[in-house]
């Protein structure tokens, strides 16, 4: 990065920044429709566009590694792996009406102040930084390593901690989902059970007694 706001400034942008601020327009608007949409399947693949445009923005700022492992795990993983959880789950494809929440607002409110408090600590501390797009790429592996190794170990191995968890918790999730059809089950078939015994004793009785009321019949006639 260089300090080149001498030689540079924001009423004469470049090809490459007015690039970057269309893909930009373009990937917000596709994270609005993911997190707008009512369509599960609709919402994963808004996703696709919304974690394609990071990768092209990481490329137009030269971090071309960043920018592959955006595609190969994100686009690549986490995305497929959504669809292979919609299909199971069977997901419906349409609209659905638990795609919705009451909280709309309350989520909005959050999201806002989650957003401003990052632009704002993202300006002030690069507010004089520039990066010179017309020269060595500053997004290497050997510069990401160094960088990610050397002062990001902690959040590294947190974000590791993290993931777990959630793989833990979808694991045990899964479990108690499966316990609780298979209790529905037994119980549906206990009761199905059950009705039909109570129809066959009916049957039965109803048999007995009509057996039982033919020889009166007979002695009346």
Same mark, same amino acid.
Do not use: C
């Given at each position: ?92 494809? +349409?609209? $659905? ?9 309350? /989520? @909005?409110? %959050?999201? !806002?102040? &989650? #957003? ?28 990401? +390593?160094? $960088? ?9 191995? /947190? @974000?590791? %901690?993290? !993931?777990? &968890? #959630? ?41 007995? /007694? ?12």
């Amino acid at each position: 990065m260089t300090l080149a706001a001498e030689t540079h400034g924001f009423l004469s942008p470049t090809g490459v920044e007015i690039a970057f601020l269309l893909v930009g327009l373009v990937t917000f608007g596709a994270a609005l429709v993911t997190v707008t949409t009512r369509q599960l399947v609709h919402a994963a693949l808004w996703l696709v566009v919304t974690l394609g445009g990071l990768a092209v923005e990481y490329l137009l700022l030269t971090a071309e590694f960043i920018a592959w492992v955006q595609v190969l795990i994100y686009v690549g993983s986490v995305v497929v792996l959504l669809l292979f959880g919609l299909m199971l789950t069977k997901a419906p494809i +349409g609209r $659905s009406p638990d795609a919705d929440s009451g909280n709309r607002w309350a /989520a @909005l409110a %959050v999201a !806002l102040a &989650a #957003a401003a408090a990052l632009v704002w600590v993202v300006v002030d501390a690069f507010r004089t930084t520039w990066i010179d797009l017309d020269g060595p790429a500053a997004g290497s592996t050997e510069v990401t +390593g160094e $960088s990610l190794f050397q002062n990001w170990v902690l959040p590294f191995e /947190a @974000l590791s %901690v993290l !993931l777990l &968890a #959630a793989l833990v918790g979808a694991i045990v999730l899964s479990r108690k989902g499966k316990a609780n059809a298979t209790a529905t089950r037994t119980g549906a078939t206990a009761d199905r059970t059950r009705a039909d015994g109570t129809r066959a004793d009916g049957a039965d009785r109803t048999d007995t /007694a009509a057996t039982a009321a033919e020889p009166g019949k007979d002695g009346v006639r």
